[in-house]
């Protein structure tokens, strides 16, 4: 009798301390996690007085599976966020400048800088 005492005492203590013989198994969350990246930068254009920023400016991010689009701000500055890794077409237009169109290869959260030229037949 003492030895069945001394089992269920010694099973209830084990269990209590989470050292049971019977533990239930824990399942690793299966959830992918997303990586995501941003694009930021500056449109800027060039002056005889230096670089000057380019305001509402469009910046265009795309690739097959997914197209991002933001305005620059009063700095010519924007930001782009939610990227998946890959390669990205971008392109950068405001009227009354040429289109800059370049390829980007987007790993990691990256900064880029676009100089936009006045279009030829724009006066300026």
Same mark, same amino acid.
């Given at each position: 009798? #003492?030895?069945?005492? !001394?089992?269920?005492?010694?099973?209830?203590?084990?269990?209590?301390?989470?050292? =049971? *013989?019977?533990?239930?198994?824990?399942? %690793? /969350?299966?959830? *992918?996690?997303?990586?995501? +990246?941003?694009?930021?930068?500056?449109? =800027?254009? =060039?002056? /005889? /007085?230096?670089?000057? %920023?380019?305001?509402?400016?469009?910046?265009?991010?795309?690739?097959?599976?997914? !197209?991002?689009?933001?305005?620059?701000?009063?700095?010519?500055?924007? !930001?782009? @966020?939610?990227? #998946?890794?890959?390669?990205?077409?971008? !392109?950068?237009?405001?009227?009354? +400048?040429?289109?800059?169109?370049?390829? &980007?290869?987007?790993?990691?959260?990256?900064? &880029?800088?676009?100089?936009?030229? %006045?279009?030829?037949? @724009?006066?300026?």
């Amino acid at each position: 009798m #003492k030895k069945v005492i !001394s089992f269920v005492a010694m099973s209830l203590l084990l269990a209590a301390c989470g050292h =049971s *013989p019977v533990q239930p198994s824990r399942v %690793a /969350d299966s959830t *992918p996690v997303s990586v995501t +990246y941003a694009v930021t930068g500056t449109v =800027s254009e =060039s002056t /005889d /007085d230096g670089s000057r %920023a380019v305001a509402d400016a469009t910046v265009v991010v795309a690739n097959e599976g997914q !197209s991002l689009a933001a305005s620059t701000d009063e700095n010519g500055t924007f !930001s782009l @966020e939610g990227l #998946k890794a890959g390669s990205f077409q971008v !392109s950068v237009s405001k009227e009354g +400048y040429e289109t800059q169109i370049m390829t &980007i290869e987007v790993q990691a959260s990256q900064r &880029i800088e676009v100089e936009l030229k %006045a279009a030829a037949n @724009e006066i300026r």
